[in-house]
């Protein structure tokens, strides 16, 4: 039986990392590969499957974290294809910057906080079906509280607002813990670390962050060792690729 794998966000950095370590680790994979815009992510899915190098099998599917009506057609598709989900992976994340208070706090939000809470309510019932089901956000180390209480500036200006929404993306993680826990789910919070990304821009230099930023196929190794039993002792915990961040 196949163990199926949704990631939000899938045509970019960190979720097209996993998709592409995850499918290439086990026949047993399928892992469908959401996000909102399907040219990107058809695009993306036809690139990992002329690597010629997947085992499992990839799945495109439609989910805008924004836009509820296309959260809930998502889980009924994955309903009405595989009658379960085993591990969702909440990934899609925006860095909104904007120069205004307002409108980065709000897309922050709402991309950050409200989508993976949506989208986690609307899979959920799909993932109690698993027998061994496993709910991992995407989070970062700049959402820890404990270790905020130690900074003294911001990396970046206006970089707040993301913080502040990864720090409720953490206690929203932590909810489901508390509530579904029980039932056998099994909750991750993991932060990739600071990797090639598009999230900071789209220049050469914004993508690597000045040369600095690390490889996403590291970081998705990680989230197959979650899926894989390999960090259990580490269900409810804050995972970073170094160790456990405090939240
Ligand atoms: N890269 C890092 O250094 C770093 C560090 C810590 C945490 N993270 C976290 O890792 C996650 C992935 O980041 P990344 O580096 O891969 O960023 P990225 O390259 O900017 O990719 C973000 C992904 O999220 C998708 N997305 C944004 N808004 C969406 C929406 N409304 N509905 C569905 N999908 C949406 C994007 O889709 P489009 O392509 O259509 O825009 C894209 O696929 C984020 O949660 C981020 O906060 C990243």
Redesign the pocket.
Known sequence: MPTIILI????????YAAAKVIASSSFEYYVLMA???MT?VDAARSELEASGTLKGKLFSIR????HESTIKQAAANVEKQFGRLDVLIN?????NRDPDLDTRLRANFD??VV?PALVSQAFRPLLLKSTNPRSIY???GSGSIERAAHRTKQVLPNAESYSVS?AALNMLALNEKIDYGAQGLKVFVF?????V???RGSSKEERSGGGM?GDPDVSAMMLRDMIEERRDEDIGKFIHRDGIYPW
């Open positions: 939000t966000g899938a045509n970019s950095v960190v979720g996000g909102r815009n990107k989910l805008d974290v924004m990934n899609a994340g925006v860095g991309t950050n989508g995407i989070s970062s990864k932060c990739p670390g600071f990797v990304s598009n999230i930023a």
